[in-house]
């Protein structure tokens, strides 16, 4: 193919040529650590086991498909998040990748803020105890009744993304008789590397007030003249799924610039930056994800330098991890249905889950890897495309990997990588029911998401 495809590259579900593929691994049966969660390894019998609880038992007890994810990997790398930016800086979980009362629970006691984007995460976010102002509220059209609970509540920033919201919100901090600290977020004209549909600071978008044409600069005079909202600062979000970070350079020197023209023009300088989230992750071998200490090190450097060269005080920086600490920390285990080789071009494996659990193929194309859990095997490796039991032809999970050859019907396998945006994305697609999330740790395994019933799908039908 005249390019490689990108883990949120155009859709597609045709038959793909002879090539497109990787060699085989020499090794059907190794774990590769940049993919899988940490505490992911083989046991004496061959049997995949997490946070020391093997598949096998995991399915036994909780059934599949389930989203099994590694608390003390999710942990670590919240932790590792928190330390690679220090007391001078904040880290802003991305709760959209994934969010539950568990996970909140866990991000307060690991330190880390909370990114919320709706009600309904706000309203989670808040039963699990996360302190308010320690929360940000997200998202380009919220409800004037969202408004109102994040300023009741007391959330510690609003981002604002467009003139109206900007009326909006302070007129509602106003009738609340409380003063909101907003910041303000603007599209900088930088397209991350990403698919068109996660690309998310070139104009022609729907997030953010561009700067170019001066509607950015419009917006910060129109927010400094309203006295029930504090502009604390300026917000910038590129993409998804990132490893250069040639963009949050170009990014930075825009908002920096900005910054400049807002000193020049009213006397402020505003003491935060958001450079958002947008961090990539390992799905396969092939990718390459920069570590928290590097990419704290160089954002630093990056707005450090900026704004030397502008004369400005460095303003606090907040960054918006979410699928950077969750993505890795889960995998999905399946049970094998049916298999159907098709001479000269693969074989087709059927799972008992599918596009309504992780639908991210189906939407983006991502890549994914895939490996036998519940033993190992010698057979020869053969190409396999993973799908789901749902009527679309553009069900698949995995399209192209290597499974052993005598993969059989009740065979465990699964899918590492998928702790974000999957089960915030699932659907119950065919009535469908959606998984559970089951936390693993220390030789414990406890749900923290049940799997949904019948019973549930009737309830919201009422006739």
């Not at 998984?435 to 220390?442: F, H, I, L, M």
Request: glycine content about 8%; aromatic content about 6%.
């Amino acid at each position: 193919m005249s390019r490689s495809a990108h883990p949120a590259g155009p859709r597609h579900a045709d038959v793909l040529p002879e090539g497109h593929y990787s060699a085989p691994p020499t090794d059907l049966n190794a774990l590769d650590p940049k993919v899988w969660a940490q505490t992911v390894t083989r046991d004496a019998h061959g049997v995949v086991t997490v946070g020391g609880v093997d598949v096998k038992t995991l399915a036994e007890q909780h059934g599949t498909p389930a989203y099994i994810l590694d608390e003390a990997d999710f942990r670590a790398r919240a932790r590792a998040w928190r330390t690679a930016f220090g007391n001078d800086a904040d880290v802003f979980y991305a709760g959209k990748a994934f969010l539950s009362r568990a996970v909140v629970r866990w991000l307060h006691e690991e330190g880390l803020n909370l990114d919320v984007c709706s009600g309904g995460e706000l309203t989670t976010a808040l039963s699990a105890g996360m302190p308010a102002d320690r929360i940000a509220f997200h998202g380009n059209n919220k409800s004037k009744d969202e408004i109102r609970r994040a300023i009741e509540a007391g959330v510690g920033r609003i981002v604002l993304d467009s003139f109206q919201e900007i009326v909006r919100v302070a007129h509602i901090a106003q009738s609340l008789g409380k003063r909101q600290r907003v910041q303000i977020r603007i599209t900088v004209g930088v397209e991350a590397h990403t698919h068109e549909f996660i690309a998310t600071a070139h104009e022609d978008q729907k997030f953010g007030i561009p700067l170019a044409g001066g509607q950015a600069a419009e917006a910060v005079r129109r927010a400094l003249q309203l006295e029930w909202l504090e502009l604390i600062g300026i917000h910038s979000h590129i993409g998804s799924q990132i490893f250069d970070m040639s963009g949050f350079e170009v990014a930075a020197h825009r908002v920096v610039g900005l910054l400049k023209d807002i000193r020049d023009e009213h006397g402020v300088e505003l003491p935060e930056i958001d450079l958002g989230g947008g961090l990539g992750i390992a799905y396969t071998s092939d990718d390459d994800p920069r570590e928290p200490h590097e990419i704290a090190k160089a954002l630093t450097e990056i707005v450090t330098r900026e704004c030397e060269a502008a004369r400005l005080l460095t303003p606090r920086i907040s960054v918006e991890p979410g699928r950077a600490i969750v993505g890795p920390t889960a995998f999905t285990l399946y049970e094998v249905g049916t298999i159907k080789p098709l001479d000269g071009l693969r074989t087709y494996v059927s799972v008992d889950g599918g596009m309504s659990d992780n639908i991210r193929t189906a939407l983006y194309d991502a890549e994914y890897s895939v490996a036998l859990v519940s033993r190992t095997s010698d057979a020869e490796p053969m190409l396999a495309r993973v799908v789901g039991k749902h009527c679309e032809s553009g069900d698949i999970v995995v399209k192209d990997a290597f499974l052993p050859a005598d993969l059989a019907p009740g065979d465990l396998i699964a899918v590492p990588a998928t702790g974000a945006y999957c089960r915030s994305m699932a659907s119950n697609y065919n009535h469908v029911l959606r998984p559970p999330v089951v936390a693993v740790d220390d030789g414990e395994a406890r749900v923290i998401v049940r799997r949904e019933t019948e019973e549930d799908l009737l309830r919201l039908d009422v006739g």
